[in-house]
């Protein structure tokens, strides 16, 4: 079974920090995946990355941006944390083909 | 962006009943699409990935159709049980393995 352990479920931060999300697969998929969830609103993509080194952005890529040093870790980086970044963000993976993403339990992020 | 609807919101379903919802989708370049089923404080997990037009899928009392030409799948729950309620999200797979998700039918079974 896919593992993919994201580093918190519950963050407080305060406005203007640095925060970071990790997330850590050990299925060997080449691509990982930054959603954030918010109500009545779906998943959507923040960032994604096909390779170690390789990112690319998603539908809403402003204020964020992403490591990925090595194949099994994919990290989110709130540059200067906003009230507006308070949301669920989840981590996922997927295999090339196609094959179904694999997610995280999620990090419910609060920004006060 | 590309848009993934699926409806109703949400539904609430007497235990034992059956339902079906719905995600409609642009019929033009299709490649895939999803299924996911999310429950509360769990993290979202794969129903199913359909690519043939007709396809039809099953996974216990759980079974989706898809129609490509038209842009809809359908996902049908038979005898719902109380453990069906979840959010359940449709994806859109564009082939080049990026997802765009629908904003989910909200499931509640009614004891």
Request: net charge neutral; charged share 25%.
């Amino acid at each position: 079974d896919v593992k993919v352990t994201q580093s918190s479920r519950y963050l407080v931060k305060r406005t203007g920090e640095k925060v970071f999300l990790e997330c850590v697969q050990d299925m060997d998929h080449e691509n990982m995946f930054w959603y954030r969830q918010d109500p009545g609103l779906g998943l959507r993509l923040i960032y994604f990355s096909y390779d170690v080194k390789m990112k690319e952005k998603g539908d809403i890529p402003e204020g964020y941006s992403v490591s990925r040093e090595k194949k099994e870790r994919f990290s989110l980086i709130l540059e200067s944390a906003s009230t507006n970044q308070t949301s669920m963000y989840l981590c996922a993976t997927r295999g090339r083909g196609i094959q179904p993403q694999h997610f995280g339990d999620g990090t419910r992020l609060s920004i006060l | 962006i590309l848009n993934v609807e699926q409806s109703p919101q949400s539904l609430h379903v007497q235990e034992g009943d059956s339902t079906n919802f719905t995600c409609s989708f642009p019929s033009s370049n299709f490649y895939a699409l999803h299924w996911y089923r999310w429950e509360t404080a769990k993290s979202p997990e794969a129903l199913f990935v359909m690519t043939l037009n007709g396809d039809e899928k099953k996974k216990g009392r759980i079974s989706a159709t898809l129609n490509t030409k038209e842009g809809y799948s359908y996902l049908y729950i038979k005898g719902s049980q109380p453990e069906d309620s979840a959010t359940y999200l449709c994806a859109f797979d564009f082939g080049n393995e990026k997802l765009t998700f629908g904003t989910g039918t909200r499931l509640t079974i009614i004891p």
